[in-house]
């Protein structure tokens, strides 16, 4: 039985399955398989981006789903190597991402990192008209801190609809999703298993044990509880697919959710960031 899908309307329309398929080190024929998997399991949102090296592999699973383009929401981010933020970069960047995904359009193209080499008010209105061009549905940004995505917005005349950031139980971003709430722009959780360290959390195992679920499901219940948040867990194993996209079913109690809110900590963080990474916000 498929879980209950559910999506949120962002400012834009943007309207974003919460849980989505991560694909970042899903490589060669696994990651055909595991897009292929998903699509037809019933995942409804698919997330790659050019500096995983899989675009080609995620296109194939696509195909060999044989689910219609239309019927899924899929991500790509351009990373800012060898000035790809400069807007004809930028352009060519974005036109080599559909080739390699062999599709007309991505619902969402996202800046995977911030760059201060170039400034936003040229690659922004780049970005823009990589959506009025139709290639992209949508635009975001990803790792952006909050003065990151106030320049950003300063020079968009489309909404910037999604922040796909590091986010789950051990991880504040209370200053950011406040921020993020209040200009309607989604927090998209990356790492939202922070890699596996909930496996081994024992208020997250007690709750799993409780409801005889699993720690994954307990982490992406909880991130999902809230309606401004969507998450992107990646797996390679088919049974961890399923059960992934079941946590949309769980419902924790109140209590529960405030015990796996004390669990974040100022420098939670699990994932090296690497040294262009902006200044956190809390
Ligand atoms: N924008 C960015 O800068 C950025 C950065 C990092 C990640 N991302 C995106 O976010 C996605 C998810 O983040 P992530 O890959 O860093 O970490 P994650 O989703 O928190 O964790 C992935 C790890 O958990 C395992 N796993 C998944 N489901 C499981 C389950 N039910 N039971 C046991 N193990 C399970 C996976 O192994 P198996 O494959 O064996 O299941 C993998 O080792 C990425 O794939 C990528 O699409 C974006």
Redesign the pocket.
Known sequence: MHAKKYNIRTAGQANIPVLGL????STGQDCIDVVSQGLKMGYEHI???QA?GNEFEVGQGIKQSGVARDKFFLTT?IFPDDMKFEPEKLMAAAKRSLENLDTDYVDLL?L??PDDRVPLSETIPALCELQKQGLTRHIGV??FNIANIIEAKKYADVPIVVN?V?F?PFIKQKTLQTFLNNHHILLEA???????DV?DNEVIKEIADKHNI?P?QVSLAWILSDKHRVA??????PD?LQ??LDAMKVHLSAEELEKIGKLASSDGRK?EHPDYSPEWDD
Not at 190 to 196: E, F, I, K, Q
């Open positions: 991560g694909t970042w080190q997330d790659t981006a995983y981010k996202l995977h990192w990803s790792n796909q590091e789950h990356y790492s939202p298993l922070a890699r596996g496996f699993t994954a992107i867990p990646k797996t390679s194993n961890h059960g992934n994932i």
